[in-house]
């Protein structure tokens, strides 16, 4: 039974590049959902996704970010125009009830 | 929107020492888990806990939903357990978790 999976787990990349991170699930697991979380502070959720649709968003997602599940299974996070603010660890998390259950993370670094 | 506190900020035991680790949280809520969150930033279940209590090994856990508390129980401690407890919430059926700010213990040998 693997666990939820994200790549890249690092990526550096200079201002104004455009960079994308992809999640893949629990198998079987319906719901998929993207946080961030910066340096001393808690995860913060950005949006979820049941099967293929995109239930959620917080105000958190400028129009910068775009998150798709196209066929209810991976998913990936694309940040467009990348701004220092937007350097953070990026979580990915599942769940086929309540219980949700995180990826590794991908860590962004915007020089 | 749903405040989540957590106490205290900060906690330095010796090993083999028990500790308390309290969330509070400002409404009611559909789930609450407790995770701790290793060196590497992985986030490690500990307990999915709405109400009751549980218990998984050395570790327990109390949630008193009508108080809007709960509880993680570490009994003699390890430096393992050295890392970040963080409680989250899911306010409703919303499917979002909120968490709070974490406690960061460092247990030493």
């Known amino acids: 039974d693997t666990g939820v999976s994200q790549d890249p787990r690092h990526k550096i990349t200079k201002r104004g590049q455009n960079v994308t991170f992809r999640c893949d699930p629990i198998s079987e697991h319906n719901r998929l959902y993207w946080y961030r979380q910066t340096l001393g502070q808690g995860p913060e959720f950005l949006t979820y996704?049941?099967?293929?649709?995109?239930?959620?968003k917080s105000r958190l997602l400028s129009d910068r970010f775009s998150a798709e599940r196209p066929k209810g299974s991976f998913s990936t996070l694309e940040i467009q125009r990348t701004e220092q603010g937007d350097s953070a660890m990026y979580l990915c998390?599942?769940?086929?009830?309540?219980?949700?259950?995180f990826g590794p993370g991908t860590r962004l670094t915007v020089l | 929107g749903i405040q989540v506190e957590q106490s205290p900020p900060d906690l330095i035991l010796q090993e083999g020492a028990n500790s308390t680790l309290r969330c509070n949280f400002s409404d009611s809520v559909n789930n609450l888990q407790w995770f701790h969150q290793n060196p590497w930033g992985q986030l490690i279940n500990l307990f999915y806990?709405?109400?009751g209590t549980k218990q998984n090994g050395r570790l327990s856990a109390t949630t008193v939903a009508t108080e809007r508390y709960s509880l993680l129980y570490i009994s003699s401690s390890q430096t393992t357990d050295s890392g970040v407890y963080f409680c989250?919430?899911?306010?409703?059926?919303?499917?979002?978790?909120?968490f709070g700010q974490g406690t960061t213990l460092q247990v030493k040998p």
């Open positions: 806990i709405p109400s």
């Open positions: 998390a599942s769940s086929f009830g309540p219980e949700q259950f």
């Open positions: 996704f049941q099967n293929e649709a995109q239930l959620e």
């Open positions: 989250a919430v899911e306010p409703g059926n919303t499917g979002k978790l909120i």
